[in-house]
């Protein structure tokens, strides 16, 4: 390794081993090693999709492996552990399982999660056969299912006296994709009764209830409680350190350690971008993630998603033209079909609503529940929770609030929401139609075209006027629509000038030659009220707008676009009227 090169940025990397000695560079979390020991022996973490959490206990397994203990200062020599070691390093055999690897397919599954066990035993059987007696792997092969491999080797070591840290990472992995994909039915074969899974579950259970075990420690990850609750009947063989404040930080990056991170580059010359500028790029699209009530002040960024954005700028010398990783996206896409596992509009659609109208809900957030109970509101806004698409913003009035943490998952609750109405055959929209028109909208100063075909097909569509009576509903309705086109990043609720402007379009960065950015006010009459007070709606709008429009942060955010002013006036569902007020010159154009 050349100690005067540039570390490689980990993207896509897990593989701690292998990151430490090819000098890629690793935000460090050997700190919380002390606070992991002292915790308990058998923990559980949920944390999102591509949290880095594979990471994590990737290093966990080379700190605690009993054959690294003459490699310490190779792997850990440039982190904070190496001058704070603990008692227990280089202590244990270390047995791992990753049930991503799992086939979920329903006539493969148990023949899979065999294989998967088998092949992680025999790993085990051949990593660490020198500290067993002659025969051991031969006698351990001799078994002939996973369960009963795994009490052999427990019983074995026990006797030896040797120690095990158990790792299982994505415990829940197949579980969610049967249970989105083929239904509560095949879920239950593998997770109650005598499924093979609630089984394996129930070994564990044995393996860490007994004196002298040598099963002494454990270590799941997952995205959701579901699962465990449902294979251990209420999660009782560990700690849950999933809300707790001491692991807020545990996986993802704090804006201290991006901030390291950025300067560490930018020192060496390899970024273009100030840090400054790439970290309030970053912020909007990956930040604001509370896995505490008690860390409000400590926001986390996806992990992933900012070594995406940092793997662009320092090999092409500019962040990505896309702001989400494909890979993001394709996540998103499989947790929609598992919050949707009934595929229609029930009782928990309405709460998809309210979280895109407000950007927020509140609710009680739940440590375990079943699958059958995963329905309940509650339930399911932990739910939401648990895979990242809400995050901890407050309490209040003794709930908890949860938010919507960033553009990345605003995106997908729109997406949520309008592929919802067209399953259903709602509503729906032409894709390619809207997308003309928001052409004509961002090159030509041509708007009215774009709502107007809103309009039409709210006219045309009529199941869909139930679910866009009053105000709220509509703005929720804009905010799905209109973000279905690329030409802007639609921002609701946009703070300026001392308020909140309903809609701002600002214009994608990843566009540089858009020529119009809008700040829309959207106003509402009761169907009860007077026409007359169609023309005070509108001058309301044009004097909110004038006001958002002198604050400075449109002018630092608008690039090289000309900023219009324009005004959506609905009564029910109907537009009643629409208005662009000129900024400069305080004059207005009526239709």
Known sequence: MEQNSIKGIP????????????????????????????????????????????????????????????????????????????????????????????NSTPGRLEESFEEHCTGRLVEFADKYEHLFQPGFRQELMSRTTASTRLDYINSTASRLRLRIYLIIDEYDNFTNTILSTFGKDEYRKATHGEGFFRYFFNVLKFLTSGNGMALERMFITGVSPITLDDVTSGFNIGTNITTSPLFNALVGFTETELRTMLEYYRDRGALTMGVEEMIADMKPWYDNYHFSEECLNESMYNSDMTLYYMNSCLKLGKKPREMVDTNIRTDYNKLRHLIRIDHELDANFSVIREIVENGRTSGTISSAFSVEKMVDENNFKSLLYYFGLLSIRGVEEGETVLAIPNNTVREQFYNYLTEAYADENIFSLNISTLGKLAKEMAYRADWQPLFTYIATELEKQSRIREFIDGEAHVKGFLLAYLNMTNFYQLMPEYELGKGYADFYFRPNPQISDIRYAYLMEVKYLKRDEPESRIATLKEEARTQLLKYASDEIVAQTIGGAQLKLITIVFRGWEIVGMEETDKLFNEKRDS
């Open 11 to 102: 993207y896509g990397l897990s593989d701690y081993e292998s990151l430490t000695r090819d000098n890629c560079y690793y935000v460090d979390k050997t700190h919380f090693i002390p606070l992991i020991e002292q915790e308990a022996r058998y923990l559980f973490l949920i944390r999102p999709r591509r949290f880095g959490k594979t990471l994590l206990i990737n290093m966990l397994a080379a700190y605690y492996d009993i054959n690294n203990a003459d490699h310490f200062k190779e792997l850990f020599g440039e982190r904070w552990i190496y001058e704070h070691p603990t008692a227990l390093r280089a202590k244990f055999m270390i047995l791992r399982f990753n049930f991503s690897a799992v």
